[in-house]
């Protein structure tokens, strides 16, 4: 049974992807299934996806990428953006599929066979869309620390900033430029966020206020914290499987998914980074709403995504290679 988990890194599009093939990773091999994987990106972050047991190759592109693939062909799940109609077709052209795709902005470009999406709002322009939060990839670690129940306190004392790996749209630095309330403040720095930024964040902080540098137990402190201020990304997903309540700054092309979760009552919108600062410290003054949302959230985002994406996943490979044993008969 051959599975490739395809995926990437860099500054420009965080860790995210990174992070969901880890734990789609982790799931395959909890099945008894070890899949190859290719990191395209920056060098410097592959080490975020290695394991003693599970060594990687890099590739520099597409081409080394489908190179490698058509060797030894078989499921591909690619989880990179940019992919495109001309790519599925090369990779069905050299036996590779099926092809699974775990980013869905690609959905309208891309042939995947399948659309493997765990975000928790529809997306019915997308064909082949298997997805909705029962299928959110979340890392086995964080799972280990999921509570019995949801935030329910009444008072928001302490917040934890965490915009992504990269923060491209430098939206920490706007929210410190406007933060006044009178709350323990923690910025994440990501592992992509330059020296230069994290000097420049720390120097702002007040006594008390902490900066939090690539840390290695991020679960940990989702957990110590009453409000975690995201983009709307995986971080977002597992503040919410930890039943913290969340709150998203809509930048950029992560606008539709920061709306869409807060239509469905899972988190609070913050609007563009120009408002954003406005907003939260209106919404550090509403607690019964963030405990409501984190209750809802809390209940959809079970932490099973992983193990249902990877069922389908070997389900799928299966199925190809009954099909490949078939049409090899005489």
């Known amino acids: 049974m051959n599975i490739t988990l395809w995926t990437a890194a860099d500054a420009r599009i965080g860790i995210g992807h990174l992070r969901r093939t880890e734990a789609l990773a982790q799931a395959l ?11 395209q990106g920056d060098a410097r972050l592959a080490r975020l996806l290695a394991c003693e047991h599970q060594p990687i190759q890099r590739v520099d592109d597409f081409d080394q990428a489908l190179l490698i693939c058509a060797a030894e062909p078989g499921v591909l799940v690619s989880d990179l ?3 495109r109609k001309e790519h599925s077709q090369r990779l069905h052209q050299a036996g590779c599929g099926p092809l699974v795709h775990l980013t869905d902005a690609d959905g309208l470009r891309y042939q995947a066979d399948v659309f493997l999406d765990g975000d928790a709002l529809d997306k ?10 029962e299928y959110n990839i979340l890392r086995t670690s964080l799972l280990t620390k999921r509570p019995s129940r949801a935030w329910r306190l009444r008072k928001i004392r302490r917040v934890l900033v965490c915009l992504g790996g990269a923060d491209p749209g430098y939206c920490t630095e706007s929210l410190l430029a406007s933060w006044q309330r009178d709350v323990r403040l923690t910025l994440v720095a990501g592992p992509a966020v330059s020296v230069r930024r994290q000097r420049h ?5 007040r006594h008390g206020d902490r900066l939090l ?3 290695a137990d991020l679960p940990g402190h989702l957990l110590r914290h009453d409000l975690v201020v995201t983009l709307g990304g995986i971080t977002s997903y597992e503040a919410m499987c930890l039943g913290r309540p969340v709150a998203a700054v809509a930048w950029r092309h992560m606008s539709p998914y920061v709306r869409g979760m807060a239509d469905a009552g899972l988190l609070n919108d913050l609007g563009s980074v120009q408002v954003a600062g406005r907003r939260l410290a209106r919404l550090l003054r509403r607690p019964a709403r963030m405990a409501q949302r984190a209750g809802r959230a809390f209940n959809i985002l079970d932490g099973g995504g992983a193990e249902r994406c990877a069922a389908l996943i070997i389900r799928l490979a299966l199925n190809a290679n009954g099909s490949s044993s078939e049409g090899s008969k005489p």
């Open 213 to 215: 540098r690539s840390p």
């Open 201 to 205: 964040w720390h120097a702002q902080l």
């Open 124 to 133: 019915p322009g997308i064909a082949q869309r298997t997805g909705g939060a």
């Open 81 to 83: 953006p940019g992919l």
């Open 29 to 39: 091999r909890a099945n008894g299934v070890t899949p190859r994987l290719l990191f």
